[in-house]
């Protein structure tokens, strides 16, 4: 079966930076599409970047200019830099990806920005 396994996260104040990590792996051949989404509590589940196989890419508006999203195809990995973080972007983090019609999800990281 498809597993997303990410690490990374954690508590950084205002202004700092994070980098998130997702590795997929299966007896799948590609992953064409891979995505990060975020939700917080009372709040609904929100998509915050997405990127093709290709290296296309795109963003919620929230976070243009801030994060960057990209992958290492060779090792199936996707990657979230997140910077000039405010509390604002605290949430619950998740990685994803369709396989014709199922979607996978990561066990989920906490992002915390506080002061």
């Known amino acids: 079966q498809v597993q997303l396994v990410e690490s990374g996260g954690g508590s950084v104040q205002p202004g700092g930076s994070l980098r998130l990590s997702c590795a997929a792996s299966g007896s799948v051949l590609s992953f064409n599409d891979m995505a990060w989404y975020r939700q917080a509590p009372g709040k609904e589940r929100e998509l915050v970047a997405s990127?093709?196989?290709?290296?296309?890419?795109s963003y919620a508006d929230s976070v243009k200019g801030r994060f960057t999203i990209s992958r290492d195809n060779v090792r199936n990995t996707i990657y979230l830099q997140m910077n000039s973080l405010t509390p604002e972007d605290t949430a619950v983090y998740h990685c994803n990806t369709f396989v014709g019609r199922t979607p996978y999800w990561g066990q989920g990281i906490q992002v915390t920005v506080s002061s």
């Open positions: 990127i093709h196989i290709s290296g296309r890419t």
